[in-house]
C-alpha cells in the first residue's frame, strides 16, 4: 500500500478528467511499508474492511484531529484570558490581521510565547525552592 497525496496541479489523462491526481512520499510510503511487515495481522484486518468503512474511519479521524485542535485553542484562550497583558500585548500585534485570521494567529503566538516562558518559569520555581532549603 502507497500513501499518496493530492496534487491539484498534476494534469490527467484526457479520459481521466474526473480523478484527482496524486503524488507519492518515498519517506511516507517507506514508513507504511514497515507498519504493513511489523504488523500483518493489522494489515489483514484493514484490507478486509469494506471501502465505507474504510472512509468512516477516515473522517472519524479528521474529526478527532479537530477536536483535539480546539481543545488545545480553548485552552490557550483561556490561559490568555487570565493575563491580560499578554493578551493585550498579542491583539496588539495581530490587529491588521485580517478579522477571521486575528484569533488563530492570536493562539500560535500566545501558545509558542508560553512554550518559550515555561522552562524559564520553572527554573526560577526550582531556584526558590532550593534557596528556602
Same mark, same amino acid.
Given at each position: 500500500?502507497?500513501m499518496?497525496?493530492r496534487?491539484?496541479?498534476?494534469?490527467?489523462p484526457a479520459g481521466?478528467q474526473?480523478? &484527482?491526481g496524486?503524488? +507519492?512520499?518515498? /519517506?511516507?510510503?517507506? =514508513?507504511?511499508?514497515e507498519?504493513i511487515?511489523q504488523? &500483518?495481522k493489522?494489515? +489483514?484486518?484493514i /484490507?478486509s474492511?469494506p =471501502?465505507e468503512?474504510?472512509?468512516?474511519g477516515?473522517?472519524?479521524?479528521r474529526i478527532?484531529r479537530?477536536d483535539?485542535?480546539?481543545?488545545m485553542?480553548e485552552g490557550?484562550?483561556?490561559?490568555?484570558?487570565?493575563?491580560?497583558?499578554m493578551?493585550q500585548h498579542?491583539?496588539?500585534l495581530v490587529?491588521?490581521l485580517p478579522?477571521?485570521q486575528?484569533?488563530?494567529a492570536?493562539?500560535?503566538?500566545?501558545a509558542r510565547?508560553?512554550?518559550a516562558l515555561?522552562?524559564?518559569?520553572?527554573?526560577?520555581q526550582?531556584?526558590?525552592v532550593?534557596?528556602?532549603v
Amino acid at each position: 500500500m502507497t500513501m499518496i497525496k493530492r496534487n491539484s496541479k498534476t494534469s490527467a489523462p484526457a479520459g481521466a478528467q474526473d480523478e &484527482p491526481g496524486f503524488k +507519492e512520499n518515498p /519517506q511516507i510510503n517507506a =514508513r507504511i511499508d514497515e507498519y504493513i511487515k511489523q504488523n &500483518p495481522k493489522q494489515w +489483514e484486518y484493514i /484490507q478486509s474492511m469494506p =471501502r465505507e468503512r474504510l472512509e468512516r474511519g477516515m473522517v472519524l479521524d479528521r474529526i478527532q484531529r479537530n477536536d483535539r485542535r480546539e481543545k488545545m485553542h480553548e485552552g490557550v484562550l483561556n490561559k490568555l484570558d487570565q493575563n491580560p497583558e499578554m493578551k493585550q500585548h498579542i491583539e496588539g500585534l495581530v490587529k491588521h490581521l485580517p478579522e477571521d485570521q486575528r484569533e488563530g494567529a492570536m493562539v500560535a503566538i500566545a501558545a509558542r510565547t508560553m512554550r518559550a516562558l515555561k522552562p524559564k518559569q520553572e527554573q526560577g520555581q526550582a531556584q526558590g525552592v532550593s534557596a528556602s532549603v
